[in-house]
């Protein structure tokens, strides 16, 4: 079964999570007609999707699938799982835990299948007919979704199981499931009235529609705003190896002669840590801030006000008063009042460390404009990443352009990543070229147990394109499951700049540990040991983040670190005077990112905690969000927040009310890695732990149990006050009400 939760965790690791409902039953395609029937064409039979791939552990057949295989396959999809759910609804026998809540574990597998590759693909290497196919879709996945969750035979039949659960000698794990089913089925409305059901389905067929179109938008408008340089000179501070990038940019744009500097999703762009050229820097910012709401085709405003305003009735009628108490009523959060709590007790100090890094910014500029004998001028956002750089490099001697020679991104995953890992836990990788690939830019790898036995396929997409959506995110095309004899395969995205042809890809220190950060994601799947499907890395949103960012510490951990920083073309390893001096400036900068992280957070909860008669109309949205800043007191001009309304795509997706998850995690992470530096480090014992107590378990437990389990007490917060550099700023260091409200 297509699982509400397991969709909803998809949409935040990067796999395309339909939203669910629409007032009418999905429409089958003749394919799917006559396959019902049992009268399907030949087409219909070489689809490669109606059967499971026969290469090693399920792995897609890429080479196989085509664009048109999609519509059939959901289509059939569709139709087999709702006969499959109607065979369980109308089952005359008493329900058991067997006969209803295993049969809905074992169904859907097809449509599930189809649209896991479907989404990965159209995330990871769009065109236009998969833009398509995802438009026309979301609604028809929508109706379907709710087809079956607001089925009243088949959720009387849960209810059954569930009010009898204590008597029917089930083991933890299967009476959590009866629960979580219970409550996803709850939660999706199924107590509601018929009249409320139809409201509902309508808004939920919208929300879907309107989701993929912010989508598309934000992807279209990064291309569009992509800015153009007409000459070398403009583009002083750059590397020879990044212009000659913007000219082959260019080129691909018919546009010989310039140079396009593309646009990454965040607000700040990287390029503006190196241009020279204010007035340049400033037009790359301007183009970033103005996406998605200056008029036009990719305009979001008006999408942004529709969403909220359908997830705020939305709430209403499921019991909440707002889509925030919704949301985090199923989180470790638990409350609205607990995330603010966490919030509100960082900002401030948050803010006053970014306003001490500003003086030192602004007396950079002063001494240099004196120098030159040229007037100064007021610190602005666009020239935050570059002074600070020269802050950096004026405190530290040093800036990231030192390290980049010594980041070459294979040797970083290969004999960093891995390597870690395998010093942890035993885990081995060799890759193979045998296998179909959805872009030649992608490798694969079998990652192997320490005993030998495979454990799963990793697929390694690092570069960017146009048909690749921003940012980095983890997916899994195949998730493990013991009940349907599943072995996992994985994947990694990132969106590092790809070199011209024949040029090392050097990373920044900043993409060096994204990598670390995402196959943090990939370990937490590669290493699920659970039975049911359902519990396939299956956990709260405000949990998910916290395993990933544990495996950032090997990053700079010095036997990690002596292993992969080696210069990519004399061999040389990274000296160590400069390895103290990355560590040394490891919190440097905090206030700026603490700061833009926290203004994109609490807008985040400002539009999903007020009624819905309190959303603006798309006139009014950017005017809100102001208004939002100053409450939050993030309103700080040079640090604008990390992502504004019309291109945070996190809030329009799977982190509606849920991007604070990120911080939140992170207190879990600072605890851990406290832990795991207090019993001795990079050792297979730390990591058989990890392992054994969490990253097997998926949703089998509480999330804060599995936290428990690990560290044997309760998180504090105090860890990641000094993590970011707040424990000067913030006297009271008992943990947020948040902490709190976990145990219960």
């Known amino acids: ?65 085509k664009d048109s295989d ?100 089930l083991d933890a794990v299967g009476l959590r499931l009866v629960e979580r089913y219970h409550t996803d089925f709850v939660r999706a409305g199924a107590k509601l009235s018929d009249a409320d059901k139809t409201r509902l389905k309508a808004i ?6 309107l989701g993929t179109k912010f989508s598309q938008n934000v992807l279209d408008e990064v291309n569009a705003s992509a800015v153009v340089v007409d000459s070398r000179d403009e583009l002083a501070g750059l590397s020879d190896e990044q212009i000659a990038a913007a000219a082959e940019a260019a080129k691909s744009r018919k546009l010989e002669g310039k140079y396009v500097l593309a646009l990454l999703n965040t607000t700040g762009q990287p390029a503006e840590a190196q241009l020279e050229n204010r007035a340049l820097r400033e037009k790359l910012h301007k183009a970033s801030i103005g996406r998605g709401s200056h008029g036009g085709t990719f305009d979001n405003t008006a999408i942004v006000s529709k969403v909220l305003k359908l997830r705020a009735e939305k709430a209403l009628m499921l019991g909440y008063p707002t889509h925030a108490a919704y949301v985090l009523a199923d989180e470790t959060a638990k409350t609205p009042q607990a995330v603010n709590q966490m919030l509100g007790q960082l900002a401030p100090a948050a803010v006053a460390n970014a306003k001490r890094e500003a003086v030192d910014l602004q007396a950079m500029i002063d001494r240099e404009q004196k120098a030159k004998g040229q007037p100064t001028f007021q ?31 294979k040797n970083v995953l290969e004999n960093g990543v891995f390597y870690a890992a395998t010093q942890l ?24 147990d320490a005993d030998g036995k495979q454990l799963a396929i990793f697929i390694a997409d690092m570069y960017a394109r146009e048909s ?44 060096v540990t994204t990598m670390f950060h995402e196959f943090g994601h990939a370990l937490h799947g590669i290493f699920s040991d659970v039975k049911y499907p359902y519990y396939t890395m299956n956990v709260p949103r405000d949990f998910v983040e916290f395993p990933s960012q544990v495996n950032e510490m090997w990053a700079d951990w010095p036997s990690v670190l002596a292993n992969y920083a080696k210069h990519y073309q004399t061999g040389e390893p990274m000296p160590k005077a400069l390895l103290d001096k990355v560590l040394a400036a490891s919190k440097f900068n905090q206030g700026f990112a603490t700061t833009e992280y926290l203004g994109a957070a609490m807008l985040d909860q400002r539009w999903h905690q007020i009624p819905a008669d309190k959303i603006p109309d798309a006139a009014g949205v950017m005017a809100f969000e102001d208004a939002a800043l100053k409450q939050n007191g993030t309103d700080y001009a040079p640090v604008p927040p990390r992502y504004r ?16 998850a990120y911080i939140w995690s992170e207190i879990l992470d600072a605890n851990t890695t406290e832990w795991i530096k207090q019993h001795g480090g990079l050792t297979r014992a730390n990591g058989d732990r990890f392992r054994q107590t969490l990253l ?49």
């Open 645 to 660: 309304t019309p291109y945070f795509s996190h809030i329009m997706g799977g982190y509606s009310a849920g991007y604070y």
């Open 425 to 448: 836990y035993g885990i081995t990788f060799k890759e193979r070229t045998d296998l179909p690939r959805y872009h030649p830019d992608t490798s694969t790898y079998d990652v192997f």
């Open 70 to 169: 999609f519509a059939p396959a959901f289509d059939r999809g569709m139709t087999d799982e709702l006969r499959e759910v109607e065979a369980i609804a109308n089952n005359r026998d008493k329900p058991t835990f067997d006969n209803t809540i295993l049969a809905l574990e074992k169904s859907g597998q097809l449509l599930g299948r189809a649209r896991t590759i479907f989404g990965n693909l159209d995330g990871a290497d769009t065109n236009d007919a998969r833009k398509k196919i995802d438009a026309d879709y979301s609604p028809k996945f929508a109706a379907h979704g709710d087809a079956i969750r607001l089925n009243p035979k088949l959720f009387a039949r849960i209810k059954t199981i569930y009010d009898t659960r204590n008597a029917l000698g």
């Open 468 to 511: 690749k959506r921003g940012g980095a995110w983890m997916n899994m095309y195949v998730g493990q499951s013991e009940l349907l004899g599943q072995t996992p395969v994985i994947a990694n995205h990132l969106n590092i700049p790809k070199p011209s042809a024949g040029k090392p890809t050097l990373m920044t220190w900043d993409e």
């Open 204 to 209: 939920n067929s919208e929300l879907a529609t």
């Open 379 to 409: 610190l602005q956002p666009w020239d935050w990443a570059f002074y600070s750089e020269k802050v950096r490099q004026d405190k530290y001697n040093f800036d990231e352009s030192q390290l980049k020679p010594y980041l070459e991104m």
């Open 696 to 744: 097997s378990q998926g949703g089998n437990k509480d999330a804060s149990q599995l936290f428990r389990d690990f560290a044997g007490k309760d998180p504090d917060i105090k860890p990641l006050l000094v993590k970011r550099g707040l424990v000067a700023e913030i006297s009271d260091g008992a943990p947020p009400a948040a902490t709190d409200d976990a145990k219960n």
């Open 1 to 65: 079964m297509n699982h509400p939760l397991a969709l909803a965790l998809a949409a935040i690791l990067g796999v395309a999570a339909p939203a669910y409902a629409q007032t009418t039953a999905p429409a089958k395609s003749t394919a799917s007609a006559q396959t019902a029937t049992g009268t399907a064409d030949v087409s219909t039979q070489a689809n490669p999707l109606f059967t499971p791939s026969t290469l090693p552990l399920n792995y897609p057949a890429f080479d196989k699938i």
